[in-house]
């Protein structure tokens, strides 16, 4: 059964520093990793898509992927208390079937 | 642009009754489509995914059933809910080559009581 991880916090980090969001997963045939972000409330929304080894960066985001160490992360710069969500980590072995998803990290951004 | 309705947006329903959430994307053809159940303090369970008309492939079983009528309509049905019913359902779809990502609708939030 395919797995994945997330430490379901809540990780508080100061307005301005770094947050880092950590995933692992079970299943060494996945192919695709998603970062989405969700309000409390609200559907998940995509932030981050990654699909070879290293870093990713998209503005204040930077995804990161080891294969080897089936080991998935999202670093957000410069937080803002917009930032403030669920962090939801998916992934999928490239067919046509779903995503699995982490139960998700909570993140608090303090001002 | 792509654009993935659902509706009804809540929904508070006794034990017992039928259920019909539906589902609609615009903006784009013979998408991959997928039904998700996110319970309070659960994270994300795939329920139903189809990859055409006709076509539904059940992840978890369970008293819920799935159809795809139409190439861009997705419903959601159960004859008798349960309790265990309860939560935040959401629909999705992606583009058909498989592995591709996922875009969420607003999501049905039902209450069963």
């Known amino acids: 059964q395919k797995e994945v991880e997330q430490n379901s916090g809540p990780l508080s980090v100061p307005e301005g520093a770094i947050a880092s969001l950590n995933c692992t997963y079970s299943?060494?045939?996945?192919?695709?990793f998603f970062w989405y972000r969700q309000y409390s409330g609200k559907s998940p929304e995509l932030i981050m898509s990654i699909y070879s080894n290293g870093d990713k960066e998209d503005g204040r985001f930077t995804a990161q992927l080891n294969k080897a160490s089936q080991y998935v992360s999202l670093l957000i710069r410069d937080s803002q208390p917009s930032d403030s969500a669920t962090y939801l980590c998916a992934v999928s072995g490239g067919g046509a079937d779903g995503l699995t998803f982490g139960k998700g990290t909570h993140l608090i951004i303090q001002p | 642009s792509q654009t993935i309705h659902q509706w009804p947006a809540t929904l508070v329903q006794p034990v017992g009754s039928p259920l019909s959430l539906e589902c609609t994307v615009e903006?784009?053809?013979?998408?991959?489509l997928y039904w998700y159940r996110q319970a309070a303090g659960r994270g994300l369970q795939l329920l139903f995914y189809?990859?055409?008309?006709?076509?539904i492939s059940s992840e978890v079983p369970q008293n819920l059933s799935a159809s795809r009528p139409q190439d861009r309509q997705f419903i959601l049905s159960s004859k008798k809910l349960l309790l265990s019913d309860s939560g935040f359902y959401l629909c999705?779809?992606?583009?058909?080559?498989?592995?591709?990502?996922?875009?969420f609708g607003p999501g049905t939030r039902l209450l069963v009581l």
């Open positions: 299943d060494r045939g996945s192919q695709s």
């Open positions: 903006g784009t053809s013979n998408p991959n």
């Open positions: 189809s990859i055409g008309i006709g076509q």
């Open positions: 999705a779809w992606s583009v058909t080559r498989g592995g591709e990502t996922q875009y």
